[in-house]
């Protein structure tokens, strides 16, 4: 693992003493916003810090150290609102950011939905969730794991004629939300990642492919060597890729193809997109959209997820919750303005899901090849080409044409087609390989008879 490397860990660069600035600016926004008259007002402050180090061919193409703050006030007035934001975390220019969000207030129009949310749903007790494990890397070491990393590709096999190169990154963030309802809360959280890419080349042409580690421990990363086989490995297996003709065929989604999958069903199911009448699941709730085994559920407070958190951007309370149980579509994804707009409450969903979970069945991807037989691996999509409103698919696609189980042949410049409607009502499997490296988790995942087109 990568953490043996010689840095400090566990160091957080934002101590309790920034936390209390932080607390001190927020006091300071909401005291300014009594004076104005506003009938509520929330503030967020945040401040963060991370290294990026980019090598490529062996040679620091980037090196960039970050250090941000901000600022983000909204007032209201009745149903009216206004919002401003500043980098400037003095106090005088919290006043005025405060008045500035006033003023703008005052010309909006009322909207019945605005507001903060309701009080009760607020996060009075906060738990811990293990988020902040800072990584206070020597910029020379974090060049040297990036090299280590993309010459370990470079190296592998003499068919890899080119990189993309490797990127290392450190980010460490502390943020304070607080309103008018007597409520102040703080999440400080830590994210690291390794990455490479590289091409491969042969008589038949060029390939490129890559793969990343990431966490919030750096102890818990890839080790620079195998992200660097990785990379390497997945290109030259793309080699010789071929065409397809046009046919139906079930396929399979590649853990991390997967969650692309689960996040066009949050969109469908957003309060947003349900309210603009922009989703073909509007008045699905009770109702039978997936396959009778599938369930997908939130899991916000798991101990140094990269999707865990206490509350949401309103300050609402996460929970654990299933959004699709036995099939059947349990509830939306809500902040507190959408709810409204849907005379219904909100689901703690300010700022996005918080570490959205398909549950996973016996077999890993190997098994799952040898249930699907005959059929389409996908490795990569292409692309955006998914309609909300229909629930029409269509995405390019790279991956491995599947024969008796066992990866046949690669292949490239193909799309698969479909309606979502279809696919989630025919998805037969979920590996248990599950990718826990975003928002999304996610194992592979079997779908019974889509379109493919190809020559």
Known sequence: ???TAPARTDVPVFDA??????????????????????????????????????VRMGEVETLE?????????????????????????SP?????TVRAACAIARFTAEDDCAGLAEPERLARVIPELDL???????????????RGCEDVARRLDARITNSEGASLSTHEGLEVYANTQDFMGSIAGTRHSLSAAVIAQDAGGMQRDYWFTVSRRPGELEAPESVGRQAAKRSLDRLGARKLATRRAPVIYEAPSAASLLSHFVGAVRGESLYRGASFLIDHLGKRVFAP????????HLPGALGSTPFDNEGVATGPRDLVKEGVLQGYVLDSYSARKLKMQTTGNAGGVHNLTIDPGPLDRAGL???????????????????????????GAAGFWVENGEIAYPVEEITIA???????????????DIDVRGNVRTGSILIENVTIAGS
């Open 418 to 432: 479909g309606n979502l409607r279809d696919m989630y009502r025919g998805l037969v499997a979920v590996g248990n």
């Open 92 to 96: 005088a220019a919290v006043r005025d």
């Open 293 to 300: 085994h599938v369930r997908i559920h939130e899991q916000p």
């Open 65 to 89: 150290h970050t250090r941000d703050k901000g600022l983000g006030v909204t007032v209201y007035f009745g149903r009216r609102t206004g919002s401003a934001s500043t980098t400037d975390l």
């Open 1 to 3: 693992m990568i953490g």
């Open 132 to 146: 902040l494990h800072p990584w206070n890397l020597p910029v020379d070491h974090a060049i040297e794991l990036a």
């Open 369 to 395: 090849l040898r249930e699907m037989g005959t059929g389409l691996l996908v490795t990569e999509l292409i692309g955006f080409g998914v309609n909300l409103v229909t629930g029409d698919y269509s995405r």
């Open 17 to 54: 003493a920034t936390r209390e600035r932080l607390v001190d600016v927020a006091q300071i926004a909401l005291e300014e916003a009594r004076r104005q008259g506003v009938t509520a007002a929330e503030a967020g402050v945040n401040v963060s810090q991370g290294l990026s180090v980019n």
